[in-house]
């Protein structure tokens, strides 16, 4: 980012009260721990916020502090709708906000705070870098310049977005940087061993019997390049699974030798398939997502389509063979 628009961004915080954090749709790591630290950092300055976020925050991110004070779109009143300072973390589009969109003034001023290189730039105020590893990794700069103390609960949600976003620090954004970040916030107490514990290797009774159903429907395209695995609600309702139980299994289909991408098609409601895309890097999968109405990253992207599963398959199976040669 550029010190014009951390200046700006600083402005932005610093002349301005009553804040809105809001983050995307499905919080991932990185999305509630950039909320829960410009929570925390808001707090410290003596400002007042609200977080709020269209879909409940995943339950295994509860050790965060502040992470029961996020709310859901629906449970305000009626001059709660109306916030006029919005900083947006950790969200490529607008529409990505979704339904906590519904707590914005019509007169709202958008501070977007982001890493993905597909944004589209909304927001009046914008710090975007797509070199970053998380979104926390821009927070954490943000935060050194406008000068608070660190503590623990503050580096764990930075440690938190540079942990799940990196895979556990072994994807191709782990930057020295990372690893330097990362570093001083184990020195303010973080348990790193812990987290990695909690958030890369337990895994809930009801996603592994997830795993089994998904396992079960491997396929593959293209000389085994293409990997892909169903679930449909029925598989959701037998493992007693809910929607967050899905995260991470995509990389099941990636992670077998000679796959170039992994892909999981989930039926988020009927007809309405939600795909999950992962690449080994050689294919930009951002752009493939993009071309469907999605985005993300290089590596890391996923869309939503509105028909039946098995269409959902032909559909992106075809198109991504072509894609490839
Ligand atoms: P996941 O497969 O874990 O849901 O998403 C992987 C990445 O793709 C996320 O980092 C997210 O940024 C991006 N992504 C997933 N779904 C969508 C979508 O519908 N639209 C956009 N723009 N990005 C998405
Ligand atoms: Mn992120």
Redesign the pocket.
Known sequence: MSLFELEAALRFIRENDRFLVVSHV?P?GDAVGSTLAVGLMLGILGKTFTMANADPLPRKFAYLSGYDEVRLPDDRSAEEANYECVIAVDC??YE?IGAAARWFSPDKRILNIDH?P?NDGYGEVRLIRPDAASTTELLHELIDAIGIAWSKPLAECIYTGLLTDTGGFRYSNTSPRVMQIASRMLSFGVSGYQLAEWLLEIMPYSQMQLLRRALATLAFAADRQICWMTLTMGDLAEAEANQEDS?GL?NYARNIEGVRVGLLFKESAPDEIKV??RSDGSVDVADF?HSLG????VR?????LRMPMEEAVGHIVERLKGYLT
């Open positions: 499905s991932d490529a589009d990505r993905h597909t995260g995509v999950s895309f997502a999605g985005g993300g990253h890391a992207a996923g869309c939503t």
